[in-house]
Every structure is written in structure tokens, then in C-alpha cells.
């Protein structure tokens, strides 16, 4: 079983940036997809972007152009560029791995603290 934990969260300003991180043991790290997804207050869990074991990617449409996924297989690691982030990005965002399908529906076992990130003025 993969233990993850995100780190990089914080509170920034509208325009602002931030790197979240995902550090992932227990598991073949390069041969897993993996995800990032945020859950705002009174909303469902939803996935903002995945990268896959070939290193493609793809975004929801809400941060496309603006949120950049990548990973280090020699770290084990994650991570989740987010640049002009704008008040709607608010949200707890956690990371996960696993097989495609399960990354996009989003039905794992079980998760990781997250990470919260605020953006306000």
C-alpha cells in the first residue's frame, strides 16, 4: 500500500504561486499514475490533474494553462506547479497513485492529509 504526503500549501494572493509536493513509499512510484485533487468546502473531491507512468498529462479545464503536473521518479515524488492561482482554486489538495481508471474516478482506499491552499487578499 502507498503512503503519500503533500506539502506546499499555504496562503497566497490572487496572481500568486505555489509548488505542492507529493512524497509517495511503498510502492513502484515509476510505474504508477498519479494524481492531484482538491475538495473546497461543501464540494466533492475533484481531480485537477494526472500524470502518467509514460509522463502524459492531462488537466481539468478550470486550470489548464495554469497548473503544470510533474514527477521525479528518482525521488519519488510529485509535485503540482499552480501559477495565477485565483480565489475558486481554494481548496484541500491531496495526491494519489494508482491504475488510470482509479485515477479518474477518484475511488481509492484511502488518502493522505492534504495539503490546504488558500488564496485570497
Known amino acids: 500500500q502507498v503512503q503519500l504526503v503533500e506539502s506546499g500549501g499555504g496562503l497566497v494572493q490572487p496572481g500568486g504561486s505555489l509548488r505542492l509536493s507529493c512524497a509517495a513509499a511503498g510502492s513502484i512510484f515509476s510505474r504508477n499514475n498519479m494524481g492531484w485533487y482538491r475538495q473546497a468546502p461543501g464540494k466533492e473531491r475533484e481531480l485537477v490533474a494526472y500524470i502518467s507512468s509514460g509522463e502524459q498529462t492531462n488537466y481539468a479545464d478550470s486550470v489548464k494553462g495554469r497548473f503544470t503536473i510533474s514527477r521525479d521518479n528518482a525521488k519519488n515524488m510529485g509535485y503540482l506547479q499552480m501559477n495565477n492561482l485565483k480565489p475558486e482554486d481554494t481548496a484541500v489538495y491531496y495526491c494519489?497513485?494508482?491504475?488510470?481508471?482509479?485515477?479518474?474516478?477518484?475511488?481509492?482506499?484511502?488518502w493522505g492529509q492534504g495539503t490546504q491552499v488558500t488564496v485570497s487578499s
Open positions: 494519489n497513485m494508482g491504475p488510470l481508471l482509479t485515477i479518474l474516478t477518484g475511488h481509492f482506499g484511502s
